[in-house]
Structure formats: structure tokens, C-alpha cells
């Protein structure tokens, strides 16, 4: 019987892709994945420091595994973000661990095994190189889920904002080529796959620091072409990179969802400027108007910081303004956290504790209304969904996502799954949008009206 491999992820999409690319790797050295740590014979912990007290997180799950080791020789390796930034640190902390595993040595990943099994001997591989190009790995033998699929287009980032350990913990930008990225697509498509979302950090930069190398509208414009390829999404944008040319891309290519996730940190120039944003909030609103009125249909979430150092009360209203403003789709909300490393960490007039968990419900309370809001908008609508399978509430129910990336709850029948469905909405909720099978027209899209309330 081959080898098991458990692996638990924390963190955003392009961490869950870099689980899913070790375990393609481990397939090779001939592990299997479990959802059970007990019985499996390698433990991975894929770590991320953006945000919270990610070491406290990782030591804790290490001493949840401790048992096993001593029961079943079980190997335990950390990677991620935790991994780079401790590096040797974990493995004299923790005795029993048996390899670090840095941001950039996931395609390492099979020789540092071979290593542990073969001669017992520990690993720590923090090195990033930023001469060196993005390292891929094997192209999956099936897919991972079988309508959907991440592929991770860069790396790393060369903003620096001052709050943000990223640019640390996953060097600079640096992006693979685009070669690379649409024979990936296709072997997808080939496999049956129908979405694909490009991942990075600030995938709008892409290709920037590669001379001759295709910009990311172009690069999308080619994704756009592939045969079998049905909806194309991408994850995260920087505002000052959002051109004129991406902007039009939502409304000429065909496949590519009318949805941007666009994180704005703040409302006030004097805080972006701190943040070194590099960008201020009447830039921003430019941005979203020009957003919308290429693409009227189109679907806005974001990200917000509340409580930087010096945020003042003034600060933190033109951040509601901003919100109330623009009314996102939805937005993920967070209090600023110290990171180690950054420049935001030696700022003085660190924001109370009380005072950030304050503002953060204030906002989130707003937001939550609009949200709720925008999904009504929707009601009575007909929508394009890809049926991506059985819900997890009922067994008769199909769960899937509109264009716009809400997810909806439908009955129907399990051969629909990877097909796209047209479902007319009959109810929204703060999450989620409830509908039935429809044989009527798609009423949104590129040609239908949004954003208006
Ligand atoms: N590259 C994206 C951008 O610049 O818009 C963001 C990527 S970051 C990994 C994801 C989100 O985490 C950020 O948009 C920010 O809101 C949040 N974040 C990053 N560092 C943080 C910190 N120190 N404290 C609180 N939130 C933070
Ligand atoms: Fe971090 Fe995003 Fe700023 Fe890069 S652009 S430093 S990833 S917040």
C-alpha cells in the first residue's frame, strides 16, 4: 500500500494552490492525500503571516501532532510563509520536526523527502532567489477538483506597502512565462476543466519585470482563445495597476467573469500615504466609475484595514465614505496587525486594541446591509451558474457560482455538474442567492445592468 500525506492549509487561495501542488509532487514519490492525520505517515502544515499570530497557530498545531509522531514515526514538515520567515528556528524549537519547507522549495519538496526517509537527515530550505524564475511544478495527471482550477501566474510582490509582509516572506515579483501559463491551460482544459482563476498577489503587474514577455490583458486575451476553457477569473488587483486596457477587457472578452476583487486598505490619503499605497481615494473611485461604466454588470469586492497606526476618527470616516460610496459586492474587513519586519510596526500611535474591534464592527455592520442589499438586486433575475456539485446543506440541492462569483443554491440533478445552468434567482441571503432552473433568457452578463442601488 503507498504512503498517505495530510496536509493543512491556512491562508489565502495561492496557499490552498501551493497544498495542492505538493500534493502533485508527493504523487510522484508515491503519497496519497488523507483528510486524517492519524493515518498518515507525512504531516504538512502550509502556513501564512499576513495576518494574526500566525507562529502561535503553527506551534499549537505542531504540539496537536506530537502524539502521532511518537506513536507512528509520523514525518511532520512545515511550509508556507511561517516556514520562510522562521526557517532553522522551527526545527531547534521544535525537536521533532523533520523539514522546513520555504516559500520558493516547494518544487524541492521530493528530494527533501527522499532525504528524511532515506538517511533521517532534517531539512530547512528558506532561499529565495530573485534572479531565478518562478519554479513550476509537473503538470497535474487529473485534476483536483474536477470543474474548477487555480493556476498560480506569479510570485511575490514589489509594492512594499508598510503594513504588508509579503513582499518578505515571497521575495519579489517574479512571473512565469506566459508560455508556461497557456500550455497549463490548455492541459487543464483538456481535462476537463471548465474555470480557471489566475492567482498572485498583484496579478495586474504581471509580466512587468519580464522584458518581451505578454502584459496581463494580452495574457487573458490568449486564456480567452483556449477551446474547452468556459469562464477565466483572477485574483488579487492593485489598484495603480489597473489599466485602461484590463478595464476593457471585462466587457469585449467573452469568458472572463464580470467580477474584480480590488483591495482599496483605506479611505484617507493620509493613511494610503503611510501604507504607501501609492495611490489616493479619489483614484480609486476613478477607477471603480470607469469600472462600472465599461462593464456595467460587474461585481466589486475588496479589502480594508481599519485601525493603522495614527488612524484617526476622521481617517476612519472617509473610510466609511469610501465604502458607503462605492457600495462593494462584498469586503473582507481586518484589523491592522503588527508584522515583524515591516515598517508599519515601528510607526508611532499604534491604534488601541478596543478602539480597532470598534471600528471594525462599525464597518462590518454597514457593509453587511449593502451586501445584503446587492444580492437582492439579483432577485428575479436569470443567471449563468456553473454547476460545481452537491451542495453540502441538502442532497438535492446543487451549488454553484454566478459570474459575478455568488454562490447559488438550486435543485437539479448531479449530471449538471461542470455545465452552465441558467438559474433564475428567487431569493438572496447575506451569503449566498436561492434559485430554480430556468429556460429563460440570461438577464445579466456583459450586456445586463448592475451597481445601480
Ligand atoms: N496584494 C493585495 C493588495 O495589495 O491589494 C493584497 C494581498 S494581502 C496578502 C491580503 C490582504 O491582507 C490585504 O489586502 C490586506 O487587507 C490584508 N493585510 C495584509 N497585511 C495586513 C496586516 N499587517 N494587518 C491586517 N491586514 C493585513
Ligand atoms: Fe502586500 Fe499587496 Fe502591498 Fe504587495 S501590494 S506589499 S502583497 S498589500
Redesign the pocket.
Known sequence: MGKRVYVETY??Q?NEHDSERMLRLLEDCHYSETNKPEEADLILINT?S??EKPEQKVYSALGRFKKLKEKRGTLIGVAGCVAQQEGNRLLSRVPYLDMVVGTDAIPLLPQLIGKIECSGEKSCETGINPERPYLTTPLPLRPFDKIKSYITIMQG?D?F?S????PYVRGRQRSRSSQEIIEEVRHLARMGIKEVCLL???VNAYGKELEGELDFAELLLRINAIEGIERIRFT????ADLSEVLTRAFSDLDKLCEHI?????SGSDRVLRKMR?GYTKSFYLEKVDHLRKTCPSIAIT????VG?PGEEEEDFKETLDLIQTVRFDDL????????KG?R?VQFDAQVEERVKQDRLATLQGIQKEITLQKNQVLEGSTQEVLAEGRSKQSDRDLTGRTRSNKVVNFEGDLNLTGTLVPVRITRAYPHSLRGEITDSEFTFGKGGSYGAI
Open positions: 491562508g489565502c495561492m501564512c499576513v495576518r510582490c509594492h506597502c503594513f504588508c509582509i509579503v498572485g498577489q498583484n488579487t488587483s492593485h489598484p476583487h480590488v483591495p482599496f486598505q499605497r475588496s479589502d480594508v484595514i493603522f473582507f474587513s481586518f484589523k491592522y496587525s503588527p508584522r515591516t508599519a
